[in-house]
């Protein structure tokens, strides 16, 4: 499949609920190790996307492709094994498990089948490799301190960075950010684009993310797709894209 | 197409208690969030009471009034303030297990206060049962047809001018449709859903007196049997429509019917009929969204109860931290969270310090009880030992996963009947008959699962219901598989010049084989199967997001656990010299889930008192008098009762009592030790009582932060 050498390409998505258009022949595309932001007032369509891209979703119209590869007819754990790290705006966490156990849960499944009978006979216990991956990831967001922690013990902040962790196990090519900023401060939002910055830096994978915060948008995102009503308005440099008359008409109110 | 006439209206009155049926579950299902499998029970009751009425000499129609108008609602009302206004809210498994409990206990109860069964043959209310009376075409309608179609139709007309015309109707339909914003608009939904209650049970109630006349004895089993098809038609129904539900009793009345006139006689035709629930469930269940399905009252009402809470596994942040390091969440599912490695086995199990210790101890006793415990005890201690398996295969499937079986007994069955059939027709050795029946089951376990499992909480223990019906009356029967009334003869097994015969050797291989069982059971839940299994239980969106093939896994534990029980079965059916299908029955499945629901799903432990628990009562019920077995009965329906208290299970609520107990001395001790120990004593349970779901933290600084 040729995609022009582009990691993610997603052409002429469409998916509407009943008799709403939610998403109306939407075209993206993600380059290798690039990282791109989707903006939008809401009810533009832009989780929407995102469920149709990770599979969630099954989009009316349209095709994925991601790493030379269809994969709009997969199932969600199948594109996640192909290296597609998701995180949630309404947080999605492991209830009850330790920080650690999030990170090496998601670890062994990216890699594959479930190994019953290496769990026998070896007991279920983690492999070398898994445990010194974790431990990178931990050291990488910060976390090593609060490994032993259950999740449901650790404030917002702490929560959304294992979330982004979980995510990042497995070495993916992609992440899909959903508001990964929602909730959080100035200095953890601060924080977060620091990490994310390190993350791109250290691994070259490929950030795809919606969010509202524009101090974030500009200090991670290299390219800006908007949308409004399930179109794609405009698309470009941030700059270039935030200055454009329709799309602060639409997103920041008329008299703007 | 007279002839199909000939067969499609004999069917209609069956529709019509179908149809019944159908629109009752569908009411209190809609209503309060419980689907009430206690149904078929209700209409025994005021069966029973309606011809024991008659036989004391009450004069028909005014022991039809007091059974419908007066029992029923009595019943209904009882059970809905004793029990389902408390789970409303509360897991699936928390939701079915004490109306499978109350299908059983009930029944016997009511026995009790009735005294005895009337041995008169149950009459019609008014008419001759069996005088026909009127011609349509060429088919003749017999009282009883008349008067349960009658019945019907004055009970829908009654029901249509209710819902249409009446204030309470109206607030009963907006409750139907959302019992939160009800709430919000001024209306008590707590009286409506209670009305719902005394319309559903004068519905079951009103079923079971019409009925009645088809049989010569009143018997609880053709009660609970005529359940199934009510489910059906509230399936169709997709549990919300009561239209449909009672259109879907309906044509499933008829159905059957005509089925079974054009069909060839014989086990097709046979066990096609009492199947047809089953069919219809595997087709429509899956129709139903699944949103609607799972919890009519998800995101409208407050988890607020004491069941919400353990059952949830939820625990707050705050007293979490308050407990600093180390720290136990209480619910069905046991994880104990260290606070210094990060990476620990997830612990699927229950695990206390004291557990190897017991472990021990309770071994030898067992190995002791070899050499003084007299041989039909033994053989007693034997049948515990092999009903552990079946029950380890529980703890393993509903414990680990949440998922309920209704057909474990139905996987028992099947491993035992080709243990035995194997043996006796192939000739292979027995033990690798039972490994055989092991993996028999387990192979249908998986056949069972694809269909099934995109399904969760209320309609898949429906839909293994459904199979386990279709096993009883197509796979039980058939020659080679169950052989019917027959049963199948299992030997016992001989390795090489070592027998199993006696009672002792063969003892001593049941332990072992439950070791094995049990130690596959532990690998899974410790290993990364039960790491997994923890992250779909936290969140099944993330699971499958990281990459975990949810339904594969899925698929997976479920054969493991037909798999086991299979096993378990074998070595029962071995242990026995043969076995029967009634033994395996879809009620068997029901009291095996509810036993060990009450005894505890979340350990080993909990599937070998169980175990034992089932025998003795079993063995209470055949040995003692009669009378007595209905005390069994009582105190099973008591049990049920405090099961919605504790649905975390009996032993892990005397665990979770006596931890609480030595936290609190610790605590103490501590406080006498330093002042200043932290918040250790303001926990939920620093005052007052134990919570029965709460969790006593442990003094900050035992673990590493």
Known sequence: ???????????????????????????????????????????????????????????????????????????????SRLGIGR??????????????????????????????????????????????????????????????????????????????GRAMMGTPLLLMLDEPSSGLDAEDTARLAHILDETRRSTGVAVVMVEHDLALVESTVDRLYVLNFGKVLATGGVDEVLSDPDVRRAYLGSTA | MNQFLNYAVPGVPFGCVFALMAVGLVLTYKASGVFNLAFGAQAFVSALAYVSLIQDGWPRWAAGVIAVLVIGPFVGVLLDRLLFRRIRTASPLVKLVPSLGLLVALPQVALIIAGSTPDIPPPAIVGNAQEVYLHIGSVPLSGLELSISASTVVVVAALVALFRFTPVGLEMRAVVESPRMTELAGVNAGRVSAFAWILSSIMAAL??????PLYSQLDPQNFTVLLVWGVAGAVIGRFSSLPLALVGGLALGVGQQVIAGYMPAGVIANGLRPSLPFLVLLVFLPLARQHQLDDPLSGCDPPSSTVERTTSGYHSASTLAAA???????????????????????????????????????????????????????????????????????????????????????????????????????????????????????????LVAIPTLRLAGLPLALATLAFALLADNILFPNRLIGNGAGGVTVPRPSAGPVSFAATKPFFLLSLVILSIAAGVVKLVGDGTIGRYLSAVRGSELAANSVGIDVYRLRVLVFALSAGLAGVGGALSGSLEGSLSPEAFSYQVSAVLLVVVAIVGLSSITGAVVAGVVYTTLQVAVTTLPSRFAGLVAVLFGLATLSYTRHPEGFLDYLGDRTQAAIARRRARRLRGDALGAGPSGVGPSGAGPVAPGGFEPTPVGEGAG
């Open chain 2, 207 to 212: 079923a079971g007196v019409l009925l009645s």
């Open chain 1, 1 to 79: 499949m040729s995609t022009g050498g582009k990691l993610l390409v997603a052409s002429g998505i469409t998916k509407t609920f009943g008799g709403i258009v939610a998403l109306d022949h939407v075209t993206l595309d993600v380059g290798r190790g690039e990282s791109v932001g989707i903006v939008g007032p809401n009810g533009a369509g832009k989780t929407t996307l995102f469920n149709c891209l990770f599979g969630l979703e099954e989009p009316d119209e349209g095709t994925v492709v991601f790493d030379g590869r269809r994969i709009d007819r997969m199932p969600v754990w199948k594109r």
């Open chain 2, 324 to 446: 600093g390091g180390t720290v136990r969440s209480v619910g069905l599912w046991h994880q104990r969270l260290v606070g210094d490695g990060g990476i620990r086995a997830p612990g699927l199990l229950t695990r206390r310090p004291t557990a190897t210790l017991a472990w021990a101890v309770a071994g030898l006793a067992v190995l002791s009880a070899l050499t003084w415990v007299p041989p039909d005890w033994l053989l007693t201690m034997n049948q515990g030992v092999a009903f552990a398996i079946i029950f380890l295969s529980l703890t393993l499937l509903t414990g680990m996963t949440g998922q309920i079986s209704l057909c474990q007994a139905t996987f028992a069955g099947l491993g035992g009947f080709m243990a035995g059939q194997l043996a006796n027709n192939v000739g292979l050795p027995v033990v690798i008959g039972m490994v055989a029946g092991g993996l028999l089951a387990a192979l249908l376990g998986v």
């Open chain 1, 87 to 164: 995180t949630y705006q309404r947080m999605e966490l492991f209830e009850g498990m330790t920080v650690a156990d999030h990170l090496l849960v998601a670890e062994q499944a990216a890699s594959g089948t479930v190994r019953i009978w290496r769990d026998f006979l070896h007991r279920g216990g983690p492999s070398p490799d898994e445990l010194r991956h974790v431990e990178e990831v931990l050291d990488l967001l910060g976390l090593a301190d609060l490994a032993g922690r259950p999740v449901d013990t650790l404030d917002l902040g702490h929560a959304r960075l294992v979330e982004l």
